[in-house]
């Protein structure tokens, strides 16, 4: 992340508050005062910031959050209980965020769990307490990514495409600022330089987020499989991805920096 952001196009980075390594992300942040960061709610696959006693139906035996995403999301539709501790959760994670005295920026969501309409629903009513301004809305354009690589855009943006319009018209309503389009999708995991490069050079009109996993091979232990944690942060650092930044004329920020 930091290498990303001295030297390369990084603008901002979430942060998930339970996660083990959560104190020294946001040392490096503090040391970072103009990389924007916000939230990166965790509600399924990982730590819960509440002890797991105080949010049985969200957790499995081991205290961790659900695996079965489609079960849990169901519950938390149905049961006025599991929404209670729901709301807790992400009250919480909110809470905890606040404790470290960045600046939110933004707030998004473990595998965009966000565009569940009750995960939405609560954070919408929570954020604001919070001084949360912007939510990413994971609305990735297929015809663009059509264009870099012919046949993609064919997986997860299909599925996520009518929730993502919901989201967007809920949080603008909101007075919830969101970006216009997302990248990352499709490509999860493997944003190469020449991805990322072939979406700069064919922006649509409007705000763009294009996120990705930069990393140092070897850096951290629960890396996702298939996850080409390197080749992003390349990507992200390349001299010809600045350079194109630069040729192009493209804004670079973060949600805070928008009005």
Do not use: K
Request: with cysteine; proline share 8%.
């Amino acid at each position: 992340m930091e290498l990303a952001h001295r030297g390369g196009i990084l603008t901002s980075a979430s942060l998930m508050v339970g996660a083990a390594a959560a104190e020294a992300a946001v040392a490096i942040a503090r040391r970072l005062p103009s990389l924007r960061v916000g939230l990166h709610l965790v509600l399924v696959e990982d730590r819960p910031v509440l002890p797991p006693a105080a949010i049985p139906d969200l957790v499995d035996a081991d205290g961790l959050f659900r695996r079965d995403l489609v079960r849990a999301g169901a519950a938390m539709f149905c049961l006025p209980s599991v929404r209670r501790q729901l709301a807790a959760e992400i009250t919480a994670q909110f809470e905890a965020y606040r404790a470290t005295g960045l600046p939110l920026d933004h707030v998004d969501a473990h595998q965009h769990y966000h565009l569940h309409p009750t995960v939405a629903a609560l954070i919408l009513a929570i954020g604001p307490r919070y001084g949360m301004r912007a939510l990413r809305v994971p609305a990735e354009p297929a015809r663009v990514l059509r264009a870099v690589e012919p046949g993609a855009g064919r997986g997860a943006g299909l599925i996520t495409a009518p929730w993502s319009r919901l989201l967007a018209r809920r949080a603008r309503r909101r007075g919830v600022i969101a970006p216009d389009q997302v990248f990352g999708l499709a490509w999860t995991g493997a944003m190469t330089g020449e991805r990322v490069r072939g979406l700069i050079e064919r922006l649509p009109p409007g705000v763009t987020e294009i996120y990705a996993h930069p990393a140092i091979a070897g850096s951290f232990t629960r890396a996702a499989p298939g996850y080409r944690y390197p080749e992003e942060l390349a990507a992200l650092t390349d001299p010809a991805t600045r350079a194109l930044v630069e040729e192009r004329r493209v804004r670079l920020c973060g949600f805070g920096d928008l009005g």
